[in-house]
């Protein structure tokens, strides 16, 4: 790669993950209209045409507002590897990009979202039908389990990221192994794509999350989810196809066979719904830096796009005064801002104040008085808890003559804290603070507390930045800096 190759700006992509029916869908569409965005589908029930009712396919309607992409692409008797869809994938990212379009990659398949984002190489071997139906036999034979117990004892990398119930992807990786005479694990790794990536998650209170899946659930059935069952097992596909045996499609198919009634069918897809929710959790994690969470219910397009400009405009610099260029004033603004989280606790120091929750209100107090801080972090061992700030204290508790200085700290601390990443920007910061209308963020990094930000710093780095920028200004102007102005 050529040195202007490699200073080139890279393409962005916008991602949108979350579990199902937190509500990606109406906000992929609402951010893809204000961005000029196309959507990209990272979900691996949409790729199939007649699937429609049962896996909340966008609607054509919905499909005429943005462009859709790997939607409908396949029969249902068609198999889609990781690599395959890899490989649609990346060709229609950089078809949008060639039209001047925003991409954003859409949906809540773990391995099909990270096998862009983090750009797996995925072994490209040719499938062998008959050895692949023989292991499948063997794995129906013996049970899922047992032949995952085998692909462990070969390959314990591969086996750890395979759940021993998958057994068409214990299949596949035996198949791999047998036909390469390698390790599956040994001929997979990662090479990040070319793109500017910023990831954004939707989350919903549990509990809130499974009304809306049962709601869904029965809308669907209520649209007709059954006949569109009965349609596809008409045309001839089989029960068996992995398309076929999707949540919901399986046990329809069941209670169409007369093996199990409707009502055992609904509750089924309940509790199967669930168990996909909680391994979306593992794939999608709470503390992955890399992923920017939101409430869905109060993630709206205006409140995100504070932090989507930024990226979709990285290099965005105000109008030069006369006699300066643009191109010094953006370099002016890359050297001297603080930019990031890491370079603020860089500039300020990484000092974490803290205290045990078990600990007194007067202690607190005391010690926040002889450190000079505004807030402490509550913290169990090396587990954040929660936050205790004055400010918080004299609020909800002298005001209200709830709670005296002899109280825990455990009572009066704001738990479930929303943290940041050290990578994260100035303006992911001050967009956090708004929304959720706080004053203090803990930095965590690979799940440990490394600092603390509040809006004063957050403020006090914005206008220093700020005054940095028109000293560097007036010095070009004046021909104090050398260099070409």
Same mark, same amino acid.
């Given at each position: 790669?050529?040195?202007?190759?490699?200073?080139?700006?890279?393409?962005?992509?916008?991602?949108?993950?979350?579990?199902?029916?937190?509500?990606?869908?109406?906000?992929?569409?609402?951010?893809?209209?204000?961005?000029?965005?196309?959507?990209?589908?990272?979900?691996?029930?949409?790729?199939?045409?007649?699937?429609?009712?049962?896996?909340?396919?966008?609607?054509?309607?919905?499909?005429?507002?943005?462009?859709?992409?790997?939607?409908?692409?396949?029969?249902?008797?068609?198999?889609?590897?990781?690599?395959?869809?890899?490989?649609?994938?990346?060709?229609?990212?950089?078809?949008?990009?060639?039209?001047?379009?925003?991409?954003?990659?859409?949906?809540?398949?773990?391995?099909?979202?990270?096998?862009?984002?983090?750009?797996?190489?995925?072994?490209?071997?040719?499938?062998?039908?008959?050895?692949?139906?023989?292991?499948?036999?063997?794995?129906?034979?013996?049970?899922?389990?047992?032949?995952?117990?085998?692909?462990?004892?070969?390959?314990?990398?591969?086996?750890?990221?395979?759940?021993?119930?998958?057994?068409?992807?214990? %299949?596949?990786?035996?198949?791999?192994?047998?036909?390469?005479?390698?390790?599956?694990?040994?001929?997979?790794?990662?090479?990040?794509?070319?793109?500017?990536?910023?990831?954004?998650?939707?989350?919903?209170?549990?509990?809130?999350?499974?009304?809306?899946?049962?709601?869904?659930?029965?809308?669907?059935?209520?649209?007709?989810?059954?006949?569109?069952?009965?349609?596809?097992?008409?045309?001839?596909?089989?029960?068996?196809?992995?398309?076929?045996?999707?949540?919901?499609?399986?046990?329809?198919?069941?209670?169409?066979?007369?093996?199990?009634?409707?009502?055992?069918?609904?509750?089924?897809?309940?509790?199967?719904?669930?168990?996909?929710?909680?391994?979306?959790?593992?794939?999608?994690?709470?503390?992955?830096?890399?992923?920017?969470?939101?409430?869905?219910?109060?993630?709206?397009?205006?409140?995100?796009?504070?932090?989507?400009?930024?990226?979709?405009?990285?290099?965005?610099?105000?109008?030069?005064?006369?006699?300066?260029?643009?191109?010094?004033?953006?370099?002016?603004?890359?050297?001297?801002?603080?930019?990031?989280?890491?370079?603020?606790?860089?500039?300020?120091?990484?000092?974490?104040?803290?205290?045990?929750?078990?600990?007194?209100?007067?202690?607190?107090?005391?010690?926040?008085?002889?450190?000079?801080?505004?807030?402490?972090?509550?913290?169990?061992?090396?587990?954040?808890?929660?936050?205790?700030?004055?400010?918080?204290?004299?609020?909800?508790?002298?005001?209200?003559?709830?709670?005296?200085?002899?109280?825990?700290?455990?009572?009066?601390?704001?738990?479930?804290?929303?943290?940041?990443?050290?990578?994260?920007?100035?303006?992911?910061?001050?967009?956090?603070?708004?929304?959720?209308?706080?004053?203090?963020?803990?930095? %965590?990094?690979?799940?440990?507390?490394?600092?603390?930000?509040?809006?004063?710093?957050?403020?006090?780095?914005?206008?220093?930045?700020?005054?940095?920028?028109?000293?560097?200004?007036?010095?070009?102007?004046?021909?104090?800096?050398?260099?070409?102005?």
């Amino acid at each position: 790669m050529s040195s202007a190759e490699a200073a080139a700006p890279r393409p962005p992509l916008l991602v949108l993950v979350g579990p199902t029916a937190v509500g990606k869908t109406a906000l992929s569409l609402q951010l893809a209209e204000r961005i000029g965005g196309e959507i990209v589908s990272a979900d691996s029930r949409l790729l199939y045409r007649g699937m429609d009712i049962g896996t909340a396919k966008p609607t054509p309607a919905e499909r005429a507002r943005v462009p859709h992409h790997l939607i409908d692409v396949a029969d249902p008797d068609e198999v889609w590897s990781v690599a395959r869809y890899q490989e649609a994938a990346y060709a229609a990212i950089d078809a949008i990009h060639a039209r001047g379009k925003v991409p954003l990659l859409v949906g809540g398949t773990g391995q099909y979202v990270w096998a862009v984002v983090e750009g797996w190489q995925v072994p490209r071997v040719p499938p062998r039908p008959g050895l692949r139906e023989a292991l499948a036999h063997w794995g129906e034979t013996i049970g899922a389990e047992a032949l995952h117990r085998r692909l462990a004892a070969l390959d314990p990398a591969a086996a750890a990221r395979i759940l021993p119930s998958n057994l068409r992807r214990t %299949v596949r990786a035996l198949e791999v192994i047998f036909s390469t005479g390698k390790r599956f694990s040994e001929q997979q790794g990662k090479q990040p794509p070319p793109y500017n990536i910023l990831i954004l998650g939707l989350t919903r209170p549990r509990p809130e999350l499974h009304a809306r899946i049962d709601a869904r659930i029965h809308a669907m059935l209520a649209a007709g989810w059954l006949e569109e069952v009965r349609r596809l097992l008409e045309a001839g596909y089989s029960p068996d196809l992995p398309a076929m045996s999707g949540i919901g499609y399986a046990e329809l198919t069941a209670c169409l066979q007369g093996t199990i009634t409707l009502e055992e069918a609904v509750r089924r897809i309940q509790k199967r719904t669930r168990r996909f929710v909680r391994r979306q959790a593992n794939w999608f994690k709470a503390d992955d830096p890399r992923i920017h969470w939101f409430p869905a219910g109060e993630s709206t397009p205006a409140a995100l796009l504070p932090l989507i400009r930024p990226f979709l405009h990285p290099k965005a610099c105000p109008p030069a005064p006369f006699g300066v260029t643009s191109h010094s004033t953006c370099h002016i603004q890359e050297a001297t801002m603080i930019q990031t989280i890491r370079q603020l606790l860089n500039a300020k120091g990484h000092q974490v104040w803290a205290i045990a929750p078990d600990a007194l209100v007067y202690e607190a107090l005391e010690l926040m008085a002889e450190k000079d801080v505004g807030a402490l972090l509550v913290m169990e061992g090396d587990r954040l808890e929660g936050i205790f700030s004055e400010r918080d204290y004299a609020r909800r508790c002298i005001l209200r003559s709830r709670h005296s200085k002899e109280t825990a700290v455990r009572q009066i601390m704001t738990a479930n804290v929303i943290t940041i990443s050290p990578n994260a920007t100035i303006e992911d910061a001050m967009a956090l603070m708004t929304r959720h209308r706080i004053r203090h963020l803990p930095v %965590v990094e690979k799940g440990k507390v490394v600092g603390v930000v509040s809006i004063g710093d957050i403020v006090k780095t914005v206008i220093e930045n700020q005054q940095h920028v028109i000293s560097h200004l007036e010095d070009y102007i004046t021909g104090d800096v050398g260099g070409q102005g």
